[in-house]
């Protein structure tokens, strides 16, 4: 399985951006999705997670401006990023789990978001 982020792009501070991030393959389903980004010259960092039956959990630095969502039915995962900041500048990256709590699939190449000021 194949994860690939989409919809990263430059934007301005205080702009918004909707990422998206769907399998390439098909016949299976996931619990969990998760959002992580590597900024220029960081370690990858948790963004944010979405459980089936739970309540979306965001890190301290983007809640309140972002907002993860999935549609089953598109079998897509999004992070809606809003307010956005020049810290966001980063690679995005999703990752899915199975009920198992196991990720499925490998990391995929991410989409780029930068944010100028």
């Known amino acids: 399985v194949q994860l690939q982020a989409s919809g990263g792009g430059l934007v301005q501070a205080g702009g918004s951006l909707r990422l998206s991030c769907a399998p390439s393959?098909?016949?299976?389903?996931?619990?969990?999705v998760a959002w992580y980004r590597q900024p220029p010259g960081k370690d990858r960092e948790y963004v944010a997670a979405?459980?089936?039956?739970?309540?979306?959990n965001y890190a301290g630095a983007v809640k309140g401006r972002f907002t993860i969502s999935r549609d089953n039915a598109k079998n897509t995962v999004y992070l809606q990023m809003n307010v956005l900041k020049p810290e966001d500048t980063a690679v995005y990256f999703c990752?899915?789990?199975?009920?198992?709590?196991?990720?499925?699939?490998?990391w995929g190449q991410g989409t780029q978001v930068t944010v100028s000021s």
């Open positions: 990752r899915l789990y199975g009920a198992d709590a196991q990720p499925i699939g490998s």
């Open positions: 393959g098909s016949g299976f389903s996931f619990n969990a």
């Open positions: 979405l459980t089936t039956g739970a309540n979306p």
